[in-house]
T-cell receptor
Framework: SQELEQSPQSLIVQEGKNLTINCTSSKTLYGLYWYKQKYGEGLIFLMMLQKGGEEKSHEKITAKLDEKKQQSSLHITASQPSHAGIYLCGADELTGANNLFFGTGTRLTVIP | NAGVTQTPKFQVLKTGQSMTLQCAQDMNHNSMYWYRQDPGMGLRLIYYSASEGTTDKGEVPNGYNVSRLNKREFSLRLESAAPSQTSVYFC??????????????FGDGTRLSIL
């Protein structure tokens, strides 16, 4: 099975600042998924990356997968209080099985 | 759109009691999953069902059973609850594609406490 390490474990930023969250695997990732979770709620799907070097953006959030497909980053530009929550990366073990392994999450706090 | 619906949202059980957690999806997805989320350990897969009529063990299946009742519904049963099963349980579902995996969509979770 794959293990995913997320860093940092927690992050406190001032509103308007940029930030980056990293997700690293010791094995090649077949698919990488970013989710956001608010306290007491379920996981909200943000983005999926599958190709080496792939980059996707939605509003102020950009996710990248490196060429070796072992590391992904999530970048938030001009953070807002609405960005606060726990960000989780998940990865596929095998294409077709679609079983995800998750990192332990990064807790983001945005101070107004 | 309801998406993935889990019931109940909260439950407190005594050690040894049994309980079934219900999950239903309205997205016509083939695959369904049960995870548990514990502090510092992230989400761990308990069981999954790749398609109607099939179920398979995940990373932490001991103490649980599942039933894929039909395409929409996937239930998780604790036959004899133990304090170690205190957790937040999430159900998820995903569609099927020949060319790539599809993202999983999650319910809001069931918060289960075993006393």
């Amino acid at each position: 099975s794959q293990e995913l390490e997320q860093s940092p474990q927690s992050l406190i930023v001032q509103e308007g600042k940029n930030l980056t969250i990293n997700c690293t695997s010791s094995k090649t990732l077949y698919g990488l998924y970013w989710y956001k979770q608010k306290y007491g709620e379920g996981l909200i799907f943000l983005m999926m990356l599958q190709k080496g070097g792939e980059e996707k953006s939605h509003e102020k959030i950009t996710a990248k997968l490196d060429e070796k497909k072992q590391q992904s980053s999530l970048h938030i530009t001009a953070s807002q209080p609405s960005h606060a929550g726990i960000y989780l990366c998940g990865a596929d073990e095998l294409t077709g099985a679609n079983n995800l392994f998750f990192g332990t999450g990064t807790r983001l706090t945005v101070i107004p | 759109n309801a998406g993935v619906t889990q019931t109940p949202k909260f439950q407190v059980l005594k050690t040894g009691q049994s309980m079934t957690l219900q999950c239903a999806q309205d997205m016509n997805h083939n695959s369904m999953y049960w995870y548990r989320q514990d502090p510092g350990m992230g989400l761990r897969l308990i069981y999954y069902s790749a398609s109607e009529g099939t179920t398979d063990k995940g990373e932490v299946p001991n103490g649980y059973n599942v039933s894929r009742l039909n395409k929409r519904e996937f239930s998780l049963r604790l036959e004899s609850a133990a304090p170690s099963q205190t957790s937040v349980y999430f159900c998820a579902s995903s569609g099927l594609s020949l060319y790539s995996n599809q993202p999983q969509h999650f319910g809001d979770g069931t918060r289960l406490s075993i006393l």
